[in-house]
């Protein structure tokens, strides 16, 4: 017999979440904005008594709030939601733990009761070298987060003489140059301390297992997923103690503390799974797993990853290599993108130019649409120009030279990553806000000579819900 139950939920009261405790305790917080969500699960029922469907959840820690997302084994949605994060004012400035501490939480409690009850596994993504610092027998942050894009120059020469020429490391957003930065403070007892990624500090609060990492997360650290081990010349140095275990993304950590699944209804036996950064699960939220295949995000910029057999790594292009398993996830990044197209046009310009757009029939306009100089991916040139003339009396002309133009640069840095030695493009889905447009696809199909298609999943959540399920196979031997 199987029954389907159905509901909707339009808003509700705010959870109050657990008292902050062990730091930034005396922040002052404001009521957590209302979600809005959606949820279906189904119940089964069998002749052997009562079978309940398992389900997995994933979380995604972005720049300015989390979402959650509830799937069962076939990758169906089941539950989801997003808040932002309240702001925790720590000495006049933001309380950012204590802000993602209480939005973990109220997720958690978002999701309806009878949903988490299924909850058989749980993952999550963050920023990719969000950076926490802690004290390895309490947990207590003893400073405030380093943000993904908080650079630390003053650290960068020290790291430079000891990483290898272009490493990942050598920027002053790395984590390292962070870990550095903090480290030369000379903070006492800074030899007790560990270092945490957002998602892994998060995924602590969860399973209370402190000191362990994904390989995604610990790229920017300088830990080397090839050999799956950190370095000799990172392991040599004073603060290479701090350095947290590092396990493949999605692999089980342990069992969802026993106070968190009497507080909230999850069942005893749920665990908590290992995640990654929130391109990542972007990327597996697309559901692309054959090398060759492709994700364009057309966002305020245009950004490529790739599934390549071959791990390919230049500096020069600010290209670098996630592993994913056994292949490797290749990446680039443009400064052309939709942030140009907003500057130009109001969505009710772009959407009614676009429908007079002959997507088949070339654009003879050569642009490079920038906002201001400076180029890295396809080009590497920090002073190249924008480059958006002569612009024709035709607004519908102007618009689809852009496009075009932001095409042709998307195809160079296909065409780049796999002069460079990564697996050649064949299929490329598309995430961002440009997937909507559908004359773009079109045009930007023309120009790769590829299949473009929209990816049906883009949401980083469902990339970690992704992880959840593929850590609750492992872990059952499945």
Known sequence: MLILRQF???????????????????????????????SDFRVMSGNKGTNYEKLYLGMD???SGARFTVIDEQGEIKAQGKREYP????????????????????????????????????????????????????????CQPYLYNQSCPDAL?????????NHTVCSGTSTLCKLVSWWNTEVPNRESAVLLHQADWLLWLLHGRLGVSDYNNALKVGYDPESESYPSWLLGQPYSQLLPKVQAPGTSIGNLKESITRQFGFPDDCIVCTG????????????????????????????????????????????????????????????TGGAILRQLFSDEQLE????????MVASPLDYYPLQSSGERFPIADPNLAPRLLPRPESDVEFLHGILESIARIEGKGYKLLKELGATEAEEVLTAGGGAKNDKWIKIRQRVLGLPVKK????????????????????????
């Open 455 to 478: 990816a049906v999943h883009t949401e980083a959540s469902y990339g970690a819900s992704l992880l959840a399920l593929k850590g609750a196979k492992q872990n059952s031997g499945l």
């Open 8 to 38: 909707q939920i339009s808003s509700f009261e705010l959870f109050q979440s657990p008292k902050q405790t062990g730091f930034y305790s005396s922040s002052r917080s404001v009521p957590l904005p209302r979600t809005r969500f959606y």
């Open 157 to 165: 020469p020290e790291v430079k003489s000891i990483a290898p020429a």
């Open 87 to 142: 702001p925790f004012m720590k000495e006049e400035s933001m309380g950012w733990a204590s802000s993602w501490k209480a939005t973990l939480f109220s997720l958690l409690e978002d999701i309806p009761v009878t949903v988490r009850s299924l909850v058989s596994s749980i993952s999550l993504d963050g920023t990719s070298a969000t950076t926490l610092i802690l004290n390895s027998e309490s947990g207590e942050v003893l």
């Open 276 to 335: 990654t950064t929130d391109s990542i699960a972007a990327f597996l939220a697309a559901r692309a797993t054959e090398p060759g295949k492709a994700v364009t995000s057309l966002g305020s910029t245009l950004a490529i990853k790739l599934l390549s057999t071959k791990r390919v790594d230049d500096a020069r292009y600010g290209v670098y290599s996630h592993r994913l398993d056994d292949k490797w996830l290749v990446g680039g990044a443009s400064n």
């Open 61 to 63: 820690f972005g720049t």
């Open 352 to 359: 009614r130019l676009s429908q007079e757009i002959n997507p």
